[in-house]
């Protein structure tokens, strides 16, 4: 069965540095877009990025581009999201998912696998 484990999360002043992990099993790693999204208390869950697998292409939320970077290890079946220049409003769960890429439409930000996310939190 599809499973996606996040890990990398914590307890950052603003300004610092977190690199998020998702580590996927029971699927084709190559065959899939994988995202990263967030949720903070009273929001609604947003995408912030994702990167297609096979090919590295990737893309940003405008509230994160410069400074987050998304990059995936195929060998080892594991995305990153490297976090810079952290600010106290990129405080969130963070969460990774994955479509298979034949059904995977860019503009929808619809998955099918859930991670059961990583709290980040940044202080001021």
């Known amino acids: 069965e599809v499973q996606l484990v996040e890990s990398g999360g914590g307890l950052v002043q603003a300004g610092g540095s977190l690199r998020l992990s998702c580590a996927a099993s029971?699927?084709?790693?190559?065959?899939?877009?994988i995202g990263w999204f967030r949720q903070a208390p009273g929001k609604e869950r947003e995408g912030v990025s994702y990167?297609?697998?096979?090919?590295?292409?990737?893309y940003y939320a405008d509230s994160v581009k410069g400074r987050f970077t998304i990059s995936t290890d195929n060998a080892k079946n594991t995305v990153y999201l490297q976090m810079n220049s952290l600010k106290p409003e990129d405080t969130a769960v963070y969460y990774c998912?994955?479509?298979?890429?034949?059904?995977?439409?860019?503009?929808?930000?619809?998955?099918?696998?859930w991670g059961q996310g990583t709290q980040v939190t940044v202080s001021s």
């Open positions: 998912a994955t479509r298979l890429l034949r059904l995977w439409v860019p503009s929808k930000w619809e998955y099918d696998y």
């Open positions: 029971g699927f084709t790693f190559d065959d899939y877009a």
């Open positions: 990167i297609i697998t096979n090919d590295g292409s990737t």
